[in-house]
């Protein structure tokens, strides 16, 4: 499957929502994630514990917007995805970067967490 590309994310909606422990993390979540892969960008919505919908995302287009984004560039990812860089070590050096309403980010750590190691593990 490309990477970038919506399939890869729907693949990783279905992949989260055959998750039990996403459903606990995200069990109160009400939010909008802008997923960036590179210069390609998808919008997440999170709801009682599952993803109910996912879209490429094309500024203006979306009348809903987005509350936070976890962005990076797509070697990141592959290094991630490879195994040559820890996901911890992404994140602590804000090579995959958090951005938006870092409340509801904050308050989503853990769902964030569980979401790029399925990420990862695609």
Same mark, same amino acid.
């Given at each position: 499957?490309?990477?970038? +590309? ?8 279905? /992949?989260? #929502? ?7 993390? +995200? ?33 203006? /287009? #979306? ?5 936070? +984004?976890? /962005? ?32 509801? /980010? ?17």
């Amino acid at each position: 499957m490309e990477f970038p +590309s919506l399939a890869f994310v729907e693949s990783l909606q279905l /992949a989260l #929502n055959d998750s039990e422990r996403f459903a606990v993390v +995200s069990e109160w979540s009400d939010v909008k994630v802008l997923l960036c892969l590179g210069e390609e960008r998808y919008w997440l919505k999170l709801y009682g514990g599952k993803v109910i919908d996912v879209m490429q995302y094309f500024p203006m /287009a #979306n009348p809903l917007g987005w509350d936070y +984004s976890i /962005a990076a560039t797509v070697a990141t990812w592959k290094e991630l995805r490879d195994g040559t860089r820890p996901l911890g070590h992404l994140l602590d050096t804000g090579s995959i970067s958090i951005d938006g309403n870092l409340l509801q /980010a904050n308050r989503l750590y853990e769902c964030t967490h569980v979401m790029l190691t399925i990420l990862r593990d695609l």
